[in-house]
């Protein structure tokens, strides 16, 4: 399934498609659909590659699809449509039961595929739809896909679910990445693996970009704040105080405020504040995908 109109995509996320099954209620979820939805309300020319199953909740993903306007290349493929059953705490944090063996698993790469690729500026991937062999193996090729002439932003939201990664997977992908995005939780699992420092987030962030030759990393920590670390930058701005509603789908919206604002030429002190407010915006909303205000995209 392709939707139109066609665009020259400068903006990818590729990876998992599913129903997060929430206590009101399902609702279209994966983290490169999230992400691509707020980039294009950003502004950006951007596409979703992914897959869904020859039923009724994947017919269900391609409408919602089409009425968002989300441009995409999904695949429709002899497996179950993905979902997620997601349970929320008191203060809205969510936990996931994530079903195996569906159709985001056996995402194909295709010649359609290859010539997005060679479109790209900036593309998003997780871990999470790396679990599978088929999966993995079509976004590593889009990754390597991407012209070194169009100078792209790889970015790599680690997106630790369950046990859908391992050290390897991780190792590979932070060497295709230059940008990495995760949170304080993800960034204690890294420091066990790599033996980072404990004395601060930024020398922890450091010593990933030495070891992975990675250009910026990101760390959200929460309701207490996040940092961006690039070249000799160091920003940390505090969340600001919001009433939550759920957090699920913020940490796609606040990279993909990032990354938009970046693509603009916005200063990484600017594009980090845009991301923070717009992470909060959707704290305090129901639902991943809520539509931004005017002053969030402006």
Known sequence: MKNEPAIRPSVVGIGELLWDILPDGRKPGGAPANFIH????????????????????????????????IPADIARVPF?????????????????DIR??????????????????RQ???????SLAQRSSESRQTIARFVDAIPEENDPLIVFDANLRQDFYDPQLLQLSMLRCNV??????????????YGLPCD?????????????????????????????????ETSYIATPPTEVVDTVGAGDSFTA??????????????????AVDTAAFV???????PELTDILRR
């Open 120 to 126: 790209t500026k900036c593309v998003i991937f997780g």
């Open 200 to 232: 601060s987030v930024a020398d922890a962030a450091r010593a990933l970009m030495a070891r992975f030759d990675i250009r910026t990393v990101i760390v959200t920590c929460g309701a207490t704040g996040s940092y961006v670390i690039s070249g000799d």
């Open 80 to 96: 179950p449509t993905g979902s997620v059953t997601v349970e929320l705490d008191g203060a809205g944090v969510p936990t996931y």
């Open 180 to 193: 990495l995005k995760i949170n304080d939780d993800e960034l204690e699992v890294f420091r066990g693996m």
């Open 38 to 69: 707020h980039a294009l309300q950003f502004g950006c020319d951007a596409r979703l590659v992914s897959a869904v199953g020859r039923d009724d909740a994947g017919d269900a993903l391609v409408a919602w699809l089409e009425e968002m306007h």
């Open 100 to 117: 195996r063996h569906v159709a985001w698993d056996h995402i194909p790469f295709t010649d359609e595929t290859a010539q997005l690729a």
């Open 283 to 289: 704290c305090g909303q129901h639902g991943a995908t």
């Open 257 to 274: 405020a990032f990354v938009a604002c970046s693509l603009r030429g916005m200063p990484l002190r600017e594009a980090h504040q845009r």
